[in-house]
T-cell receptor, first 114, second 112 residues
């Protein structure tokens, strides 16, 4: 099974809301990633978790808060977002945090901030 | 500066025809190069991943080439199908910092 699942598929939230994005993989991968993708742009790395520890934070604003409860799950908590945060949020995983390994992407969550 | 440039930016072909997409990179040190296919609003799907010692790799109707000396790669699609309509993104791994350098992609449209 090479599947990464993400929920929800679509999310509309106001600027004062708190919501969470969820990502799950059962491939035994020890690295998980959050990316943000705007229209007609490549994905931008936000966070990397390796062995459930935050290894990379690409200077992401604190209104985005990642969490890795266990080796299979990755959450992204959202609070007080801005309209410019509207984007496709992609989760990915790989066997290790080493880019010789393939990254497997989920289908993404389309987020709209109103 | 590490960069990945792709051409053309967009391309429209007729179903059944072949096409070739280009990727030039200035990433150093080089570890590997991958091609992804991304349908609109979906996550990228890996087509191939190549190290510097590999110069050709195939995945069905997709064939990627790599020339590590000239820092160029191409993705050749044979006998295109309507489902090939997508963005094709070239991604290079800079081996010293675990970072992937993404190109802007080529948007391919296949018309009946």
């Amino acid at each position: 099974d090479t599947e990464v699942t993400q929920t929800p598929k679509h999310l509309v939230m106001g600027m004062t809301n708190k919501k969470s994005l969820k990502c799950e993989q059962h491939m035994g991968h020890r690295a998980m990633y959050w990316y943000k993708q705007k229209a007609k742009k490549p994905p931008e790395l936000m966070f990397v978790y390796s062995y459930e520890k935050l290894s990379i934070n690409e200077s992401v604003p604190s209104r985005f808060s990642p969490e890795c409860p266990n080796s299979s799950l990755l959450n992204l908590h959202l609070h007080a977002l801005q309209p410019e945060d509207s984007a496709l949020y992609l989760c990915a995983s790989s066997q290790e945090w080493d880019n010789t390994y393939e990254q497997y992407f989920g289908p993404g969550t389309r987020l709209t901030v109103t | 500066k590490n960069q990945v440039e792709q051409s053309p930016q967009s391309l429209i072909i007729l179903e059944g025809k072949n096409c070739t997409l280009q990727c030039n990179y200035t990433v150093s040190p080089f570890s590997n190069l991958r091609w992804y296919k991304q349908d609109t609003g979906r996550g990228p799907v890996s087509l191939t991943i190549m190290t510097f010692s590999e110069n050709t790799k195939s995945n069905g109707r997709y064939t990627a080439t790599l020339d590590a000396d000239t820092k160029q790669s191409s993705l050749h699609i044979t006998a295109s199908q309507l489902s090939d309509s997508a963005s094709y993104i070239c991604v290079v791994n800079a081996g010293n910092n675990r970072k992937l350098i993404w190109g802007l992609g080529t948007s391919l449209g296949v018309n009946p």
